[in-house]
């Protein structure tokens, strides 16, 4: 059983920036960044696909960069943030590393809550 775990989140202002950090990973690929805020779905801000390139939402392109960790962590880097990105973040992996021919991201984590203030 793969058990994630996420850090880094807190509150900060419009603007600036904040980076998250994923642990217990079991593979470089098959890695997501998902967030929740109230009263919406989950949303796939990051991704890291088999082939290790990197795919992100329109809302966060440009801003957000998911990247390996120097202990073998999962990274969220996000810069320019603002009010509508705060939300509980979640990573998520294929607990089974993940096949060349696909990810089934079936391991989360608890969250991490990010709040952007105006």
């Known amino acids: 059983h793969v058990q994630l775990m996420e850090s880094g989140g807190g509150s900060v202002q419009f603007g600036e920036s904040l980076t998250l950090s994923c642990e217990n990973l079991v593979s470089l690929y098959c890695l997501a960044w998902f967030r929740q805020a109230p009263g919406l779905e989950r949303e796939r801000v990051a991704f890291?696909?088999?082939?290790?390139?990197t795919k992100y939402a329109d809302s966060v392109k440009g801003r957000f960069t998911i990247k390996h960790g120097p202990t073998d962590n999962l990274m969220l880097e996000m810069n320019k943030l603002t009010p509508e990105d705060t939300a509980m973040y979640f990573c998520a992996a294929d607990s089974t590393g993940g096949t060349p021919y696909g990810c089934n991201l079936d391991a989360w984590g608890q969250g991490t809550l990010v709040t952007v203030s105006s």
């Open positions: 890291i696909d088999t082939d290790l390139t």
